[in-house]
């Protein structure tokens, strides 16, 4: 069995401070019983070593879940099925965030970042009593802002023939001359 140095304190290999030597991890290697550099340092190193490699890690992480799929597909069914019964929470979470993503290139912190900036307010009646959907353009797909249900399905009727909005104010005041 190997002799163990008792000491109080020590000189990280790294940062170059001596401190006392509860600010190091345990090793088996070492002659002291711990690591040659301290928590602080091997912290950062890790957190540089995450993050450097992270892009990496994130397909190997893909390409194993892809491979679990094709192995063995009704399992990985059964087990978000599962997952998402346990925490129901996520599962709106990841709807939302997905049909964001999906249909208008979106956030759901985008959305609410532009929910406070419009005060909560419907761009074309300013009403705040009432859910706010995405506006966008069908065929560019920008998005234009937050609109309640009707003001959005209004914009959807007139926005391809806008001399529309002028026989609609016409008919509102009572008028029988349409311009076309």
């Known amino acids: 069995m190997k002799d163990i140095l008792v000491r109080a304190e ?57 491979k679990q799929w094709e192995k063995d597909p009704e399992a990985m069914k059964a087990a978000r099925r599962k997952y998402l019964v346990e925490n129901p929470h996520k599962s709106k979470e990841w709807g939302r965030r997905g049909h964001l993503k999906h249909k208008y290139g979106v956030t759901p912190e985008w ?19 009432i859910e706010l959907v995405i506006d966008h353009n069908h065929e560019t797909n920008e998005v234009r802002g937050l609109l309640c249900n009707p003001c959005n399905m209004l914009v959807g009727f007139v926005e391809k023939d806008v001399t529309m909005i002028k026989r609609l104010v016409n008919h509102i005041k009572g008028g029988l001359e349409y311009e076309f």
């Not at 959305?111 to 009593?129: E, S």
């Open 10 to 66: 020590k000189r990280c290999s790294r940062c170059q401070i001596t401190k006392p030597m509860s600010e190091y991890h345990a090793s088996n290697q070492a002659k002291d019983g711990k690591t040659p550099h301290c928590r602080e340092c091997d912290s950062k190193k890790r957190k540089t070593e995450y993050y450097n490699n992270l892009e990496k890690k994130r397909e190997a992480a893909r390409l194993y879940k892809r």
């Open 111 to 129: 959305y609410d970042q532009r929910f406070d900036i419009q005060g909560g307010a419907c761009l074309v009646c300013n009403r705040k009593d």
